[in-house]
Nanobody, 125 residues
Framework: QVQLVESGGGLVQAGGSLRLSCAAS??????????VGWFRQAPGKEREFVAA???????FYADSVKGRFTISRDSAKNTVYLQMNSLVPEDTAVYHC?????????????????WGQGTQVTVSS
């Protein structure tokens, strides 16, 4: 069982930066053995993949955030980070982190077993 808690969201002007954190408490297996993804959902839109880091350290990004967002993992702190730079209003959404064993389908939200409650990111123009 894994409990995930996101933090770091807020209101920022376009061009600004935020760093989201996804802290985990896991019973049984270590958090570092899970794939961890970030997804976002804007009002009236479907949930979409943002970024993910595999248990082997591979990093994956949506085309819309590539070059602006960076995902990283601090195994000692049981935390995954999403550094978001050059934010644009289209990045406004609730951001959720998720953990699971994705079997190679790391961009697919249905492959994740554990989800956090989400943190709001609002980018003003």
């Amino acid at each position: 069982q894994v409990q995930l808690v996101e933090s770091g969201g807020g209101l920022v002007q376009a061009g600004g930066s935020l760093r989201l954190s996804c802290a985990a408490s896991a019973s049984g297996r270590s958090y570092s053995t899970y794939d961890v993804g970030w997804f976002r959902q804007a009002p009236g839109k479907e949930r979409e993949f943002v970024a993910a880091i595999s248990r082997s350290g591979g990093r994956f990004y949506a085309d819309s955030v590539k070059g602006r967002f960076t995902i990283s993992r601090d195994s000692a702190k049981n935390t995954v980070y999403l550094q978001m730079n050059s934010l644009v209003p289209e990045d406004t959404a609730v951001y959720h982190c998720a953990a699971g064993y994705t079997g190679g389908y790391i961009r697919n939200s249905s492959q994740y077993a554990y989800w956090g409650q989400g943190t709001q990111v609002t980018v003003s123009s």
